[in-house]
C-alpha cells in the first residue's frame, strides 16, 4: 500500500462508517461524546475485523473508506511530530492566514460564533 494509493482511494481497504456502519453506531450511540483518536478509530476497526474484507488487493481498484484519510493523518503525525492540527496550522492555515478556521473537535473555535 503507497502513499498514492491512500490518498486516490485505490486501497481496497474496507469504511468503518459504511461497511461497518450498523455496528459502529451501535458502539457510537452507547457514547454519543466519546470522542475518537486515529489510534481508537484503527482499533475499532480491528475490533470490527474489517481488516478482513478488504474490496480488493491495493491498486486494483477505487473504493472511498475515511480509513485512508485516517492512515494518512497519523504518517503526517509520525513524519511532522506534531498532531495532525498542528501540522495542518503551521503548514497551511497560517501561512494563508486563515485566522477564523480551525480544525474541529481538535482546536480551539476561532473567530465569529
Known amino acids: 500500500m503507497t502513499i498514492e494509493q491512500l490518498l486516490s482511494h485505490r486501497t481496497g ?33 480491528y475490533n470490527l475485523q474489517l481488516n478482513h474484507y478488504p ?13 485512508n484519510f485516517v492512515l494518512l493523518g497519523s504518517i503526517i503525525e509520525s513524519l511532522d511530530q506534531k498532531s495532525l492540527a498542528q501540522s495542518i496550522r503551521d503548514r497551511i492555515l497560517d501561512p494563508l492566514e486563515m485566522e477564523i478556521t480551525y480544525f474541529e473537535f481538535y482546536e480551539e473555535k476561532r473567530g465569529k460564533s
Do not use: A, C, R
Not at 474490496?55 to 480509513?67: E, K, T, V
Open 55 to 67: 474490496h480488493f488487493q491495493p491498486g486494483n481498484g477505487w473504493y472511498y473508506s475515511d480509513m
Open 13 to 45: 481497504l474496507s469504511d468503518i462508517f459504511t461497511d461497518g456502519q450498523e455496528e459502529f453506531f451501535v458502539i457510537l450511540m452507547q457514547n454519543p461524546e466519546q470522542q475518537y483518536s486515529p489510534q481508537k478509530i484503527v482499533e475499532l476497526y
